[in-house]
């Protein structure tokens, strides 16, 4: 059987964090009663000239900056024409033959290594607005309802290379992708009201062939399932299709959640003449290199250099750098929990923040922005784990209590419960004594070689000091009473 | 170069407007005199000269990020007073499903 390598491009819809829209000052906020913000540029009355949102262009500069590409210093807006009842200009204000960003690069994850997709460009557009259909229970039978509150959002379309060759690398790409938008502070990430969208063109090609197979392009994928199940299936399909002797032709194909299934819209003739041509309203954006360094000297530590730096100042493992810098909520997080616990103590400050930390936060559907307990807190706790005043097991209970109550610290819990970890050779040797006489078939088991007895005991000298013994201690203390 | 009637009727039906054959050919006669127009202007020797994106040597003006804040509700009312049909803040259109 034939070997089949798979071509994946990925292009990005990435709506930007702007208030107002990209041609108007309608406000873009989530959720207004349909078309309430909708002015007369956005709704296309006649007369009306579309102006330029500068926090738009900002954006697109530090997008350009954090991937390493060239910012144009003057790039062209263009007409996209087509019809639709949701675009009511007849035409998609967009970049063309000029685009504001060009080439770049950015670093995915995929498993245990790092690989490198290139950009294409990034491009400024206006989004469409909405049409709802008699399903939506929002319009009368027959007819459609348009609500143009979207329309005049402002996008930046993010176009990659063809450099991806399985549906992993592509769902690695989109997550650094969204990681990065939202770490720059371009981009809410949030991918339920469509703020992140990708489109994926998918092709496949007997390995080693070195033209591209034709390709089929996967329309509005909003969420990372979806986007791997879609090309998983749409690759299987492809394969199918050529090994039973058909050919591909080029389509543009809709993802059907329910089905799992790709399948080829309806393809009109024409849909794809847009007839681009530089729009007359608008003048050339030219950006001047005083404003580009401006932007660079205000840009936050990107992720990959931060990554960097966890990994040498503070000898945490690659996987641990990729996990702290999946937003910027998060790194900070990490690193002022290890100012207050100490730079020796930054693994264990990791463990907590990816173990018990995350696991709650999942638990409760939460996010490290509205953590019930600080940064301060938890190095406070780690701390005192590092120094010994108190055992694992009893760092779990004051991690629970610092949770519950936001203004205290682990110092304070430790006193008030009197949670110290018992390291005082006398009384751990009165509570030994004790478990060894209320235990006498433990210990005539571990006599007779059972191993397992002993760690039974270390269990019953551990719960006997509620915790507080200190582990190694009572293990060291029992070897010795039991030889 | 000059136009086919056949690119003629092209056209207008990606702009979506109708027209009958003897507006076709009329226009066909139209566009063509503007076609030797640009032929005259492309004989103009432009070796060297950056293209301009737009007739006025201008670039273009920025906007602070500040939405404005017009009452939507009132505005709202206005606009959909001009549109042929409306329902529940919508505009209503005939149906279409891609």
Known sequence: ?483 | MSLTLEQVRRVAHLARIEISDVEASSTLGQLNEIFTLIEKMQAVDTQGIEPMAHAQEMVQRLRDDRPETTDPGQRREAFQALAPETGDGLYLVPKVIE
């Open chain 1, 1 to 483: 059987m034939k070997e089949w390598e798979i071509v994946i491009g990925i292009e990005t819809h990435v709506q930007l964090a702007t208030r107002a829209k990209i041609f108007s000052a309608s406000p873009t906020a989530f959720g207004a009663g349909p078309n309430l913000q909708a002015n007369a540029i956005d709704i296309a009355l006649p007369g009306v000239l579309p102006v330029l949102n500068k926090t738009a262009v900002e954006f697109a500069i530090r997008f350009g900056l954090a991937t390493g590409s060239d910012i144009a210093p003057c790039s062209i807006f263009a007409r996209k024409n087509y019809f639709y009842p949701d675009l009511p200009k007849g035409y998609q204000i967009s970049q063309y033959e000029s685009p504001v960003v060009v080439g770049g690069e950015l670093a995915i994850q995929v498993g245990k290594e790092t690989r490198i997709v290139r950009l294409t460009r990034a491009h400024l557009e206006e989004d469409a607005g909405k049409s709802l259909h008699e399903a939506a229970g929002h319009s009368p039978r027959g007819k459609s309802g348009i609500d143009l509150n979207r329309a005049g959002t402002p996008l930046l379309e993010i176009v990659s290379e063809p450099d991806m060759r399985s549906s992993a690398e592509a769902v690695a790409y989109a997550r650094a992708l969204h990681a990065l938008v939202r770490w720059i502070g371009i981009c809410d990430g949030n991918m339920q009201e469509g703020s992140f969208r990708c489109d994926a063109n998918v092709s496949v090609r007997p390995l080693g062939q070195r033209d591209f197979g034709t390709r089929r392009e996967i329309k509005n994928l909003n969420s990372f399932r979806f986007l791997q199940q879609a090309i998983d299936y749409e690759v299987c399909w492809q394969i199918a299709t050529l090994e039973d002797g058909g050919e591909i032709e080029q389509a543009t194909v809709l993802f059907d959640a329910d089905s799992g299934e790709t399948r080829a819209m309806r393809s009109k003739e024409d849909a794809h003449d847009y007839r681009y041509f530089p729009d007359p309203d608008l003048l050339p954006l030219v950006i001047d290199r005083a404003w580009v360094d401006r932007i660079r000297a205000e840009l936050p530590e990107l992720p990959a250099a931060k990554r960097q730096r966890l990994v040498s100042d503070y000898g945490l493992s690659d996987y641990d750098a990729v996990v702290l810098t999946s937003s910027q909520e998060m790194a900070a997080y990490f690193e002022s929990a290890v100012a207050v616990a100490g730079k020796s103590n930054a693994k264990i400050c990791a463990n907590w923040l990816m173990g018990e930390l995350s696991a709650r936060l999942n638990r409760e559907g939460r996010e490290i922005d509205a953590t019930p307990l600080s940064a301060s807190q938890l190095g406070g706790l780690v701390a005192r784990i590092a120094d010994g005043t108190i055992s694992t097991p009893v760092a779990r209970q004051v991690f629970d209590a610092l949770c519950e109550d936001s203004g205290v610290s682990a110092d304070e819990i430790i006193s008030r419960r009197g949670l110290r970890q018992i390291s005082d050779s006398d009384a751990l040797e009165e509570i030994i004594d004790a478990v060894l006489t209320a235990n006498r078939t433990m210990v005539d088991e571990f006599r007779a070689g059972k191993e397992k007895a002993f760690n039974a005991l270390v269990g019953q000298a551990m719960k006997a000091s509620k915790g507080r013994a200190n582990p190694h201690q009572v293990n060291e203390l029992l070897r010795r009473k039991l030889s």
